[in-house]
C-alpha cells in the first residue's frame, strides 16, 4: 500500500484483453497480493495504486482496469488518457483471448501517447496442461510489435512483481 513518503512520479498504466482473462486478478495480486476465484465482473472501480521503489525513486504506479468494458471498442478514450504504460492481458488457455490481441493493441494505438511502453502478458500460466497459446506465438507477436513479453499467474503470483516492475521501469528509463 501507500506510506507516507515523497512520491517522486505517478505513472498511469491501464489493463486491456478480452473479459476473464485475469486481468483484474493481477491487479489484486499486485496492488493487494490478493486472489479470488469467484472474481466478479469488474464493476465500477476505476483504478488502485500502489508505491513502490524504482531505480531509487518513489514511484506511485495507478493501475486502471476495465469496468466491464472489454466489449471492443467500448473502452473509452478517457480510459487510456494519461497512459504512459499498458499491459495487454490474455489467458494462456483461450487462443481467441490471445487472436484478439492485434485489435486491443490497435485500439490502444489510436487511443495512447505514441511513446507509451506496452507489455503483452499470457496469464494464466499454472494452468500449463491446458496451455493453447505456444509461448514461441506470443514472443514472435511481441518482437513484430516491439513489445514486452511475460507468462504470469495471478493464481500462483508467478511473475506478476516482475511484469509490474519491468513496465514500471521501462517507463521511468524513457520519461
Ligand atoms: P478479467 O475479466 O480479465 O478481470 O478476469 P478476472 O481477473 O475476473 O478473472 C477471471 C477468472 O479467471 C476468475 O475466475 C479468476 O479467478 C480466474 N483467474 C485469474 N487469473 C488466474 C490465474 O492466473 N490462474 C487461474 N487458474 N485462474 C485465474
Ligand atoms: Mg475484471
Known amino acids: 500500500g501507500d506510506y507516507n513518503q515523497k512520491i517522486d512520479y505517478v505513472f498511469k498504466v491501464v489493463l486491456i484483453g478480452d473479459s476473464a482473462v485475469g486481468k483484474t486478478q493481477l491487479l489484486a495480486r499486485f496492488a493487494r497480493n490478493e486472489f479470488s476465484v469467484d472474481s466478479k465482473a469488474t464493476i465500477g472501480v476505476e483504478f488502485q495504486t500502489k508505491t513502490l521503489i524504482v531505480d531509487s525513486k518513489t514511484v506511485k504506479a495507478q493501475i486502471w482496469d476495465t469496468a466491464g468494458q472489454e466489449r471492443y471498442r467500448a473502452v473509452t478514450s478517457a480510459y487510456y488518457r494519461?497512459?504512459?504504460?499498458a499491459m495487454l492481458v490474455y489467458d494462456m488457455t483461450k487462443r481467441q483471448s490471445f487472436d484478439h490481441m492485434a485489435r486491443w493493441l490497435e485500439e490502444l494505438r489510436g487511443h495512447a501517447d505514441k511513446n507509451i511502453v506496452i507489455m503483452l502478458i499470457g496469464n494464466k500460466c499454472d494452468l500449463g496442461t491446458?496451455?493453447?497459446?505456444?509461448?514461441?506465438?506470443?514472443?514472435?507477436?511481441?518482437?513484430?510489435?516491439?513489445?514486452?513479453?511475460m507468462e504470469t499467474s495471478a493464481l500462483e503470483s508467478t511473475n506478476v512483481e516482475t511484469a509490474f516492475l519491468t513496465i514500471l521501469t521501462e517507463i521511468y528509463r524513457i520519461i
Request: charged share 30%; proline share 4%.
Open 82 to 85: 494519461g497512459a504512459v504504460g
Open 130 to 149: 491446458l496451455r493453447a497459446v505456444p509461448t514461441e506465438d506470443a514472443e514472435e507477436f511481441a518482437q513484430r510489435e516491439n513489445l514486452f513479453f
